[in-house]
């Protein structure tokens, strides 16, 4: 089974927190809610300005594979 995702650019409305991951959970169970699937290291700190955009490229085959 592949959990598979389409590319998602954010754009900055104002100054963005510097952050490094980028957390992946699943928003539709109630029970646990909003339960983590998993989490991206960028590897060092992302600040962005306003205006600026962030892409979060998903691999096109699979984000993650579960055998």
Known sequence: MNLTGTDLVLTATGTVATFRYVVLYN????????????????????????????TIDFNATAILSIT
């Open 27 to 54: 928003d539709d169970p109630t029970s646990p809610a909003d339960p983590l699937i998993g989490w991206y290291d960028y590897g060092s700190d992302v600040t962005l300005l306003n205006g600026e955009t962030f």
